[in-house]
Structure formats: C-alpha cells, structure tokens
C-alpha cells in the first residue's frame, strides 16, 4: 500500500458542534457560509459516531467499521474527519467540502465526508486500502485519487486549505476563498477603533455592567436581561452565603458617586476559594478598562479588557483574536454580536443576540446554548417563558414589586429586592451541594453601604 502524503498539518482543536456525514448533501450554495448554514448542512446527513463502544480495546472490531469501495472511471474527493468528541470539527469537514466543489467543479469528481470509524478501498492497480480503524485516533485528511487504474491515491493531512494543496497535481491555480473573506471580515471589524464617547456610550456601559453584576455576582446568568442593578448611590456591596464551601463575604464590591463599580472580587470555585480581582476605569462616564487578576497553581494571571464606542455601540476587546459589539436597543436590552477568530482555521466563530416582536433570542456558533425568551408584553415583561434549545422549558415570574421566581422543572429560585430595588436575597432551593449530606436551599444575602 502507497499513500502519498502532500503536507502533515494535524489540527487538533474540537471546537464545533458534534454531527456525522457520509455522503454530504450540496444544499449550500456559497463558498463562505456562516456557522448556521454549515450546521443546516451538516444535520441533512447527519450519523452519530458517538453511539460507538468498544469495551476497552483500541482497534475497531471489523464488523463494525464503514466500508467504502471507490472504483475506478471517475474521480473523488475524501473528506476525512473522525473524532470521537463533542464539540467536533464537522463543520470544517462541510465547509472544506463545498469549497472543494466549487474549486475543481471541472473534475466532475465525487465528494465524500466520512466521519465514522471505516475501510476506504481505491480499486487502482495497486488496491490501495486506507485504514480509520483505532477508536482512540483522529484522523482528518482530505483523500483524492483521480480514478485512473494507473494513479496513485493522494491524502492531505488536514482539513483546512486542500485546495492550495491539490492545485499544483492538478494543474490549477485555486486557493480557498474563506481565507480572503476571514481576513477581510477582520479588516472590517477593527474599524471599531475610531471612537466617540457621548451620553449613549455612559448608557450602554451602565447596563453592560448591570448584566455583567447580575450574572457574575448575583447569580443570574442567563436571567440577566430581565432585572437591573442601579447602584447610584452605593458605596460597598458585600456577599454572604449560607454555604459552608465558600468563605464570607463570597464577593465585594467598591463604587464611585456615580455608581460605578471600581473594584470587584469574586471567589471562584476552588475548594480554597480563591479569589478574581477586576478593577474598573472609565472615560467620560463609560467603561474604557477592566483588567482581571487571578492567583491560581499555575501563577498569576492578568488579562485586560479594552472597550471602545462608535454610533452608539460598544465594542469590547480582550484580545486581537475576539471582539463583541453591544447595542442597547430601545426597549432596554443588551444586544450583543460576538466574534472569535480562529486564525489557525481561517474560521469565525460568531454568537448573537436579538430581539424581534416579543422574542429575545440568543444563538452561540454551535446551538449548543441556543435559547428563547417569550416576553409578556414590551409594557410587562413577566411572566418570561424561556426554551432552551427547544428542548428545556422554565420561566421567570412576578410575585410582587420585590419578589421574583424563576421556575424550572430541576428547581426554583427566588430574587428579592430591597425597599430600594436592589436585590437583597437570591435562595436557589433544594440544591445537591458538594459536602452535603441533603439538598439544601442555597442562599446568598446581599449587604449595601451607602454613600
């Protein structure tokens, strides 16, 4: 057997959501498609690898391996990609695959995705047989073999960028078009760094901080758009817990006259409770900086976020590699597009969320969080009723003016607020903690000095 390799570029990193195909179905027309349409794409041959066992050994037992016979008389592409992990990297599979079928659509080749444990057989003169057998491995290559009974099979070993690596073999000069398009969208988004702070920048940075508050320190993550934390007029905040893992006070928190946050610890998770400094700074009463702290066994770590405003919108910035751009819409929510680029892959990988009607919608580039949040009305949002990629259904309830429930089939939890609005209690009840003998109703109690 003779397999020539043209390039040995192993990419290892799973990043996107777990979908098989055998023979992918051509229902995307353009040669850059977003991560929605690459999933459409994926589920219309979808096959789940992951139902595989194979009770301890490593080689796929023979009756249980794909097998595929290409035979001579017309060419073929093989899309490689098995990996026995979720998130998988399927969508670069159906990507790599359309941008093939554009490129040599002259071929009149065949195209092939294979994400299962299988036995390629190529019936040229030589038989060559390439073998996907150990459980335990990831391949993914991009196999083509021109259908001449004469002709070696060729095997790329990656999935990113074949059409660069078969171009010379076939006489044609191709490159793959979504490393223009990745490296112009990224042009496009730096434009963000020509800025102007005004009154609307101040507004979009308070309820970026409401948010980042509500998840973080009040334990709301995923409920955040639907309270507030105004903090005009405090001067500390303080977090106690009934839990005995965690060391009182559990978060802190110091404001300026204005109600804005310039420091916040948090405790993290660790069995010793360590904790996360963030120190806040802003320009012109919007949020410009927030560098985080954190000691952990590997050292201290520091990162910094930079935030910038233009036409209303706020862009935050941790690094050359992610950029989120925020706009608070009229009726009060946090709108949100976030890309990360994954120089490596020529990919971006984008979440989002909207509003329309009576719908608050959020969507990460896998659906792996994708949820809906039904609003009552725009005059009364309560009660919100939230799906959680169709599959898991809760809602959030108004008691009264300082009583909230959010109510889910696994629990309830209840928010209470203060004769100032703040919220003063979160009891998230009859919880399985780690240390306890018996589900107990988790509290956290909520203390405010004043200026």
């Known amino acids: 057997m003779k397999i020539y390799s043209l390039s040995i570029i192993l990419f290892s990193v799973a990043s996107f959501f777990h979908l098989n195909a055998q023979i992918a179905d051509p229902v995307v027309d353009s040669a850059y498609v977003d991560a929605n349409d690459l999933i459409e794409a994926a589920e219309a041959v979808a096959v789940d690898a992951a139902d595989y066992t194979i009770d301890g050994s490593y080689g796929m037992p023979q009756d249980e391996l794909e097998k595929f016979n ?27 695959l359309h941008e093939l079928k554009k490129n040599f659509a002259h071929l009149k080749a065949n195209f092939f995705i294979v994400h299962k444990n299988a036995v390629l057989d190529f019936q040229n003169d030589s038989q060559q047989e390439y073998r996907l057998d150990d459980y335990n491995t990831q391949y993914q290559s991009v196999i083509f073999w021109d259908g001449k ?33 990745f490296n112009q969208k990224k042009k496009e988004l730096s434009k963000y760094k020509n800025e102007t702070v005004n009154q609307n920048s101040a507004a979009t940075s308070k309820k970026y901080i409401s948010n980042l508050f509500l998840a973080e320190v009040y334990y709301l993550k995923n409920e955040e758009h639907f309270f507030t934390a105004d903090f005009k007029g405090v001067k500390k905040l303080t977090v106690k817990s009934n839990y005995k893992k965690f060391k009182n ?3 802190e928190a110091e404001f300026d006259l204005n109600g804005n946050p310039t420091k916040l610890i948090l405790q993290s998770d660790d069995i010793d409770g360590k904790k996360i400094h963030l120190e806040f700074s802003y320009l012109s009463g919007a949020l410009k900086k927030l560098v985080s702290t954190y000691a952990g066994e590997d ?15 706020m862009y935050d910035v941790h690094s050359e590699e992610s950029l989120t751009k925020y706009h608070l819409n009229e009726n009060g929510f946090l709108l949100n597009h976030g890309y ?52 898991h259904f809760y809602e959030i309830q108004k008691k009264s003016a300082n009583e909230f429930l959010i109510n889910s089939d696994e629990s309830t ?21 780690d240390r306890e003998s018996k589900p107990m109703d988790l509290i956290f109690e909520y203390f405010y000095e004043y200026y």
């Not at 050292?299 to 919108?313: A, I, L, M």
């Not at 969320?353 to 309560?382: A, E, V």
């Open 70 to 96: 290409f035979k001579k008389g017309e060419p073929v592409f093989v899309i490689v990609n098995v990996q026995h992990s979720i998130p998988n990297d399927s969508l670069l599979a159906v990507r790599e």
């Open 340 to 391: 990360y680029f994954d120089e490596s892959r020529y990919f971006i990988l984008e979440d989002h969320l909207t509003f329309k009607g009576k719908i608050l919608s959020y969507r990460d580039y896998g659906n792996l969080n994708n949820r809906d949040y039904t609003i009552n009305s725009l005059q009364n949002f309560f009660p919100v009723k939230i799906a959680v990629r169709n599959e």
């Open 149 to 181: 009974a004469n002709s070696d099979v060729y095997q790329f070993e990656s999935i990113i960028q074949s059409s660069e690596a078969y171009s010379p073999q076939l006489g044609i000069d191709k490159t793959s078009s979504y490393v223009a398009e």
């Open 299 to 313: 050292g201290k770590s520091r990162n910094q976020g930079e935030f910038y405003y233009q036409d209303g919108n």
């Open 249 to 251: 006070p559990v978060n």
């Open 413 to 433: 939890t209840k928010v209470l607020l203060n004769e100032k609005g703040l919220i003063s209690k979160v009891i998230m009840e009859n919880l399985e903690m």
